[in-house]
């Protein structure tokens, strides 16, 4: 991805995803040709940590989970 908007709060390069800059088709193809044809292995290790973050952080699961908190706290039931 280009480092760009929200995307870097999410996507730590080399560990839950790749960060590419400068932002262009060209370094991109890049990045990609080097992670499929040099470092395949990394690609694999990046993805998995990238599903763990979403797990952890963006499922619809968390999501209610928090707000639910969220409002009996605000509520003050226990």
Same mark, same amino acid.
């Given at each position: &991805?280009?480092?760009?908007?929200?995307?870097?709060?999410?996507?730590?390069?080399?560990?839950?995803?790749?960060?590419?800059?400068?932002?262009?088709?060209?370094?991109? &193809?890049?990045?990609?040709?080097?992670?499929?044809?040099?470092?395949?292995?990394?690609?694999?290790?990046? &993805?998995? &940590?990238? #599903?763990?973050?979403?797990?952890?952080?963006?499922?619809? /699961? #968390?999501?209610?989970? /928090?707000?639910?908190?969220?409002?009996?706290?605000?509520?003050?039931?226990?």
């Amino acid at each position: &991805a280009f480092p760009s908007g929200g995307i870097p709060e999410v996507v730590v390069d080399e560990k839950t995803g790749f960060l590419v800059d400068p932002p262009t088709p060209e370094a991109l &193809a890049s990045r990609i040709r080097t992670l499929l044809c040099e470092r395949p292995g990394k690609l694999q290790e990046t &993805a998995q &940590a990238g #599903r763990v973050l979403w797990q952890q952080r963006f499922t619809l /699961e #968390r999501y209610r989970r /928090e707000l639910l908190d969220a409002i009996v706290a605000a509520s003050g039931a226990r």
